[in-house]
């Protein structure tokens, strides 16, 4: 639905219409029981074939339509709500991570990147850092069923005594080893570029590790043999640049490509899909360090 206030300076309006008296304009897809709500609240209104849109007359009129707009949203959302309870009376979900509150479903997993990327997907979703977990209101049901079973799958995956199993089962194998190397490597806080290719210092960039903010150019060159299992296709003119995780503020400022970066590109500028989910991780970040803070 869609509102525009009307006035005597609207040169489209012909002659006869309503252009030269106070008013507002109102249109909404056509819905007989929206039409007959809207004619019992706005007796006056009329239609008007040059705008395609209702003109309900009146110096309060734009408030007295906000007022009905939400009304009617209110409404909706009611309905849907029921809509949601009925279809979980119906279907319901069985699961030990999901709690059945008034106002909807209250969820609360161990951490896990998967289980919030999904809930982040489900329509009105939202985290509670206090009670440290998620609200999905009942109209979310449809969608938040949808996504369940890669839900409580990446749940169970990172349950404290699932993890330490799968650490005791690669203890010592050469996926352990790997990824222990890995991590040392990712510590180091360095990433290899062309040294005729080099990022901008101190603006956020996207790369294989996400979006980074390179703080120097050392000049010292990459050894292939030594790095080569961590960073493919790196070569004998590489560089090593020294990064740092980009802060929230730093995320928002940044403004997204509108282009998708070139194939086997080291670094790019981040598109609006990268900054998204940077930005609610720099913000969850900087939420815990606030909270530590005495």
Known sequence: MTETKSSADQDATPPGEDGSKPGADISFPYDRMTVEQFRRRFPRARWSDARKAWFVPGR??????????????????????????????????????????????RIRTPYSKTVVDELHEVPFSRWDG??????????????????????????????????????????????DLRNKRRSAERKRHRYPLQSDD????????????????FTDISGELVDPDVVGDFYPGVAEDHVWGYWRVPTLEELVRTWPAKTLPVENAEWWLPTIEELRPARRTARSREARRYAKTP
Request: charged residues 35%.
């Open 198 to 213: 080099l990022p901008p210092i101190g603006r956020p960039v996207a790369t294989i590790y996400g979006i980074v903010v």
């Open 60 to 105: 309060t009129a734009s408030r007295r339509i906000g007022r009905w707009l939400a009304e009617i949203e209110a409404e909706a959302d009611a309905h849907a709500d029921a809509k949601g309870r009925d279809a979980f009376a119906f279907d319901p979900i069985d699961s030990p991570y999901l709690e059945l509150g008034k106002a909807g479903f």
């Open 130 to 175: 206090d009670l440290r977990i998620w609200h999905v209101p009942f109209r979310s049901y449809e969608e938040l069923r949808r996504r369940w079973p890669d839900i409580e799958a990446a749940a169970r995956r990172n349950e404290p005594e699932e993890r330490r199993r799968r650490a005791e089962e690669r203890k010592g194998t050469e996926l």
